[in-house]
């Protein structure tokens, strides 16, 4: 399962820091390694130094959670997390949601852009404000009729046997193709995952004008954690995700904080895109 090694990008900001709760709270639900790594530019032995202090900084924030911490150079924050994970064998990257966005939502920068339409490895977005649940409660798969998404409902399909949580899946009816066909395609995704792995997974169509009014169609729970597969247009071994599941990503968006006399709770709705390999 995603998950046996974790690298976090890290800097020390609002995202920064929403992608490193996002990173412990994975590898605490995994029990896979944690590595923290600062990009820096080339040829910038100031930014070299104050990328470590952005390191000490992360060491303070996650105590005594078990981690590596590495600093990297490359020209790109997104083409150096990308690089630094193949080389440490990391299999999943966690990015933070750039700043100026919205709270509960997530704002895909310049970073996790690249890492969207390049990355080797699995990739998990986080929406500013995160804050970790206790434990994942559902993991949902945005469904599309295409060999990368029968791909991916097989991995998710595991992920929830392995986590002992339900599996959904869902697909986007936007109004403008065959619902029967859209719901026969979904009844074939259940029957993949349950031949699987023996899980019976929820199934829904989520109707709307367009991808925000669809998803908010949809019930969504606290620590919930949505999945989107690689595009068709994906090199092998590679993410990138289209135009809908862009969508998709900018459309989601955590649950509300809930009444002060309940433990706070937010929608583990932090996105993850996987390669088909």
Known sequence: MIGAHVIVGYANDPGGRDALALGSAITRVTGGELTIATIYPPGSPGLAVEAQANLAHAAEELGQVPAEYLTFESRGTGRGLSVL?????ADLIVVGSAGGGQHGRITIGSAADHLLHRSSEAVMLTP???RPPVEPARLTLAYVHRPQCDAAVEQVAHAAL?????????TLDLRTEDQGRLRDDLALAVRLAWESTGIEAEADVAEGHDVVAALTDLEWLP???LVCAASEDAQPHRVFLGELAMK???ASACSPERPPDRVPSRQFRASRS????
């Open 128 to 130: 500013a404000g995160y």
């Open 223 to 225: 620590g919930e954690l």
């Open 85 to 89: 994970a193949g080389r440490i064998r």
């Open 162 to 170: 392995r986590l002992g949580v339900p599996l959904r899946l869902i």
């Open 274 to 277: 996987y390669s088909s390999r």
């Open 248 to 250: 998709v990503l900018r």
